[in-house]
């Protein structure tokens, strides 16, 4: 029996299903806690996937007919949803297509149209959009009269609180909601003005949907890379979606080369990280071992941890810079009437000399640990 069946069936059912013998999925099946494999399958979004590799090889009957059950439920509930998202984006394209509006359908929603086998398994919560950004108002207007109402779509970063978190780049410009709580979101900028050459190299759909662009497979694979592994930088719950994502891409006629050199840069290649996560996932269910998460979810959350603390360093220099503190000389030895407001003391306080020997230790802190100074 294997070491870890239940995480080698979830990398077979994202990445390598037809890369593994008939008779080791059926050993796979067979020998898997169920248990802890369905609660592992659903916080990674891959229910349904199970429930279609499982299908595809005739293996439904090697389970428990509870948990057959449950994978079949899950397929249904996600197909369902993603047809009746597919149907939404019909309607909403058409609409904007009839007032002269240029779409662009990124990430999931153009997965769904370039790949209905693939789109009804992959779990997606809302459509993205892009146009270009002198059509943004009219787009919204439009999404309202179809009875879509706008939702607060802007990071609190941006309300002006230094408080707040480290900034990235805005995900959306613009977010509605139907009754139904399905989410369109707006977007008219995307990270390094990549919006520009997305736009311009946009193509047909095809017949999903007919009034709709999409992107070639290169640019999908670099828009979903940059998504998962830096919007979501360090969040794993979403890593063996996106494996499956670029899978899906390089099979779509994806070219990593292209792809690497239209959205990676020396220091920050979201599409060669993707390739080396593949890899590793790849190699996970060819040598597969008694640890979850995997390699490739660990290093995942390892590189987030460190981009994230790099970043909140490199925003509160930012901000003690536009508030006047230009140095961090100034920062640690700031004016002595500030000192006298910050600590509440009294106008010529002989405190506020150990104070001064203590602020650079002080400043140092909530820096490394995210307070306010």
Do not use: C
Not at 133 to 142: F, H, M, V, W
């Amino acid at each position: 029996m294997e070491r870890a069946p239940g995480p080698t069936l979830i990398l077979a059912a994202a990445v390598g299903g037809n890369a593994v013998a008939p008779a080791r999925l059926a050993g796979l099946a067979r020998h898997a806690e169920w248990t802890s494999l369905l609660g592992m399958a659903d916080s990674r979004l891959q229910l349904p996937a199970l429930h279609a590799l499982l299908a595809r090889h005739g293996l439904l009957g090697e389970v428990p007919g509870e948990v057959a059950a449950r994978l079949g439920q899950a397929a249904a509930a996600s197909a369902a949803r993603n047809q009746y998202l597919l149907a939404t984006l019909r309607r909403v394209t058409g609409a904007l297509h009839a007032e002269g509006v240029k779409v662009v359908l990124l990430k999931g929603a153009a997965i769904l149209v370039s790949d209905p086998d693939y789109g009804l398994v992959r779990y997606l919560d809302d459509l993205d959009l892009l146009v270009d950004g002198s059509q943004l108002d009219l787009a919204a207007t439009i999404l309202e009269r179809l009875e879509f109402r706008p939702v607060a779509s802007l990071p609190a970063y941006l309300d002006g609180n230094e408080r707040s978190p480290p900034p990235r780049e805005v995900h959306h410009e613009s977010a509605h909601v139907d009754r139904h709580g399905l989410v369109v979101e707006l977007h008219s900028r995307l990270p390094r003005s990549w919006e520009l050459d997305v736009l311009a190299r946009a193509i047909p759909a095809g017949r999903a949907a007919p009034q709709a662009m999409t992107s070639p497979p290169e640019d999908l694979l670099g828009i979903l890379a940059a998504h998962a592994l830096r919007h979501h930088q360090g969040d794993a719950r979403f890593l063996v979606r996106h494996l499956a994502d670029v899978a899906w891409a390089l099979t779509a006629g994806a070219n990593p080369a292209l792809a690497g050199a239209r959205f990676d840069q020396p220091h920050d290649a979201p599409v060669a990280e993707s390739l080396a996560l593949l890899s590793k996932a790849v190699r996970a269910i060819e040598r597969p071992s008694r640890f979850w998460p995997s390699a490739p979810e660990r290093a995942v959350r390892a590189r987030g941890a460190l981009a994230g603390w790099a970043a909140h360093v490199r925003y509160r220099l930012g901000t003690w810079q536009s508030n006047g503190a230009v140095s961090g000389l100034r920062m640690a030895f700031p004016s002595r009437a500030f000192m006298e407001h910050r600590y509440a003391l009294a106008r010529g306080s002989q405190l506020v000399w150990p104070l001064y020997l203590a602020r650079p230790f002080i400043a140092l802190g909530h820096l490394l640990w995210r307070r306010g100074t």
